[in-house]
């Protein structure tokens, strides 16, 4: 059974930084990429970042680019998101998938999802 499982989400005010870990078991992890998306209250759940499976490859929606990083440790079978200069616009459940299409970013190619952990940024 594939499990992916967020962590490190929470309230900060804005400027701050947070860590997300999304923890994965059940798969093959490193011959998936795997990407962060996020869904605002009332709105579509948007890519912010992707990563190719030997982590030689990253790709960033431009609303996080230079303050979001994308990272994974195929070791422990985990990826990550260090957010940086947090912004109130970047309160959203944030939520970890995999994917066996490299570069897409693209909600519809993931075939793993995890269940998601809230990021709130206050003003």
């Known amino acids: 059974q594939v499990q992916l499982v967020e962590s490190g989400g929470g309230l900060v005010q804005a400027g701050g930084s947070l860590r997300l870990s999304c923890a994965a078991s059940?798969?093959?992890?490193?011959?998936?990429?795997m990407g962060w998306f996020r869904q605002a209250p009332g709105k579509e759940r948007d890519f912010i970042a992707n990563i190719s499976p030997r982590g030689d490859s990253t790709s960033y929606a431009d609303s996080v680019k230079g303050r979001f990083t994308i990272s994974r440790d195929n070791a422990k079978k985990a990826v990550y998101l260090q957010m940086n200069s947090l912004e109130p616009e970047d309160t959203a459940v944030y939520y970890c998938a995999a994917t066996l299409f490299d570069t897409s970013t693209n909600k519809n190619d993931m075939k793993y999802w995890g269940k998601g952990t809230l990021v709130t940024v206050s003003s």
């Open positions: 059940g798969l093959a992890f490193g011959v998936y990429a």
